[in-house]
């Protein structure tokens, strides 16, 4: 395989979905919490349906990120009944690999991800996520904030931010507590994975910020990350590098540290390219191209250090007449990114004339 893109973040493998996919040219699809049956767990079957239905469309299923909070609710915070959800993901893991689908992506996000608002900010009137702590810590904007609730989808709303339905955990939890939980989690599935020929990829916390609703978001730093990886070396662990998230947690700098640690120990399973302006405590979401680091810089240090996974938009901004999935902000961020690493390919083919 070799560095290239992917189109990501549906739920369903709708005959839209995977005929504009296809008609982009891309290799490959991912999908974000698909719509599968199972109250915990995913079966073979239903798995191996979904990624024979992306390969009559001439594609290959690189990855699904994130299965339904409740599957792993409790392995999260630590909870009594942990044990029994991880034998659920396991069983998950070992049928994703089963059906022939190499990547699971993860969180560890019992309260997920959270914006403040969302408005027509951005160039020329697009609308733009954007995130203040200060909004987000003061009780009387509770339900002013908008939650990424996969397992709630909005049909008209774009990745699936729904305001104010924050979800119902009434704990505090600790960056030792959530530690704790995590690596008790991993140590007991990193195994499972590896013998499942599957690879679990973690997702950065978005936004990186200390504490969110009383629970600790440990993942909010590039150190955090080298830990993550030097906790699970193997093969059975890497990550969703969403680089927008790394971006709020430093800009161009925290990026590019990020990728030069992880690229070459073989810790970048895939790529969310996306950007934005400013770092925590305060941001927005913008176009490529306009925010705190500079794609060709980040694809070619990516390049370099050996990646050869798949990059997929994200949270791009919606355009005018856009759809609820955004066709339009996602096929300009995909053109953005094969335009780049086309022009890598013929600057390296030069080089080796």
Known sequence: MVMRIATGQAARATDEYLSWAAQLGVRGVQFNTPDLPGE??????????????????????????????????????????????????????????????????????????????????GRGGAVISGFDLAVADDPAHAGDIYIARRD???????????????????????????????????????????????????????????????????????????????????????????????SEMGGEEAVLEAVRYLAPR????????????????SFEECFLGEGNYRPSVVIRALREGGFDGFILDDHTPELIGDSSYGHRGRSFALGYIQGLIEMMDLDDAAVTR
């Open 40 to 121: 915990h767990r995913w079966e073979e079957h239903d798995l191996r349906a979904l990624r024979e239905r992306v390969e009559s469309f001439g594609l290959r299923l690189e990855a699904i990120e994130n299965i339904p909070n409740h599957f792993y609710e409790r392995s999260m915070l630590g909870l009594d009944g942990r044990d029994e959800e991880i034998e659920h993901v396991a069983h998950t893991i070992r049928n994703i690999g089963r059906a022939g689908i190499p990547i699971l992506g993860f969180c560890w996000l019992p309260l997920s991800v959270w914006r403040t608002e969302l408005s027509p900010r």
């Open 152 to 246: 709630r989808r909005v049909e008209d709303q774009k990745d699936s931010w729904s305001r104010g339905q924050h979800y119902d955990i009434d704990i505090v939890r600790t960056d030792d507590d959530m530690w704790e939980s995590y690596e008790y989690f991993m140590r007991a599935l990193v195994p499972v994975a590896e013998e499942a020929g599957v690879v679990l990829a973690l997702h950065p916390d978005d936004p990186p910020v200390t504490t969110l609703g009383g629970i600790a978001r440990i993942f909010r730093s590039v150190d955090a990350l080298k830990r993550a990886a030097d906790f699970s070396p193997g093969p059975g662990f890497a990550f969703d590098l969403c680089l927008g998230t790394v």
């Open 266 to 281: 073989g810790k970048i399973a895939y790529v969310h390219l996306r950007d934005v302006h400013g770092t925590v405590p």
